[in-house]
């Protein structure tokens, strides 16, 4: 039962365009969620994160924004660039535990 | 960077037989993780440890061990290689309070033929 949820594995943006990356989640005990960004090859690295008491964080480019009532967070980029194109990968860290629970991943490709 | 590291980075084994992959930190973090990444699956957790000697199990821990006796090392052994454990398999490492971001080695490729 996956409980993170990116139901679109992948997308296609032109450069200068906003990307908006989708996560939803099935477990209300989950309280910080982070975004990573993967290159082909190496490992994943942390891009932005929320707690649960936020409905939006923002740095630089990136914002995320979490709708706890939906069970839906998203992640833009605005504006997107070709270094963009990764995978992205939203993960969640239930309550009281040091685990994360990770999506499947969107793969983002943005067209020069 | 955060310095971890991953050996071997590639590996081609045959069914039956024993893998240990090593991760190793030189960042003194307490909690250590262990992930495969499969098509289709995103990124699973195997085993994590939150300190020397303590460790704990993920979603898909089934035919996989871990130790950690050092807080630099922690250790993923397949017992006996099986095809379906053929992944790409990453190790990570997260701060030593409250909820942080992780930081990734750079995968272990594991082939079982």
């Known amino acids: 039962d996956q409980q993170v949820k990116q139901n679109s594995p992948s997308l296609s943006v032109q450069e200068g365009r906003i990307s908006i990356l989708n996560c939803d989640y099935t477990?209300?005990?989950?309280?910080?969620f982070l975004w990573y960004k993967k290159y082909p090859a190496e490992g994943p690295t942390f891009l932005i994160s929320i707690s649960s008491i936020k409905d939006k964080n923002e740095d630089g480019r990136f914002t995320v924004f979490l709708n706890k009532s939906a069970k839906h967070l998203s992640l833009h980029i605005v504006p997107s660039q070709p270094g963009d194109s990764a995978v992205y990968f939203c993960a969640a860290n239930p309550s009281g535990t040091y685990k994360y629970i990770f999506g499947t991943g969107t793969r983002l490709k943005v067209l020069a | 960077d955060a310095g971890i590291t991953q050996s071997p980075r590639h590996k081609v084994t045959e069914t039956g037989t024993p893998v240990t992959l090593r991760c190793h930190q030189t960042e003194n973090h307490r909690y250590m993780y262990w992930y495969r990444q499969d098509p289709g699956h995103g990124l699973r957790l195997i085993h994590y440890?939150?300190?020397?000697?303590?460790?704990d199990k993920g979603e898909v821990s089934d035919g996989y061990s871990v130790s950690r006796s050092k807080t630099e090392d922690f250790l993923l052994t397949l017992e006996s290689a099986t095809s379906s454990q053929t992944s790409v398999y990453f190790c990570a490492i997260s701060g030593p309070a409250g909820v942080n971001e992780q930081f990734f080695g750079p995968g272990t490729r594991l082939t079982v033929l």
């Open positions: 440890s939150y300190g020397v000697k303590d460790t």
């Open positions: 477990n209300s005990m989950f309280d910080y």
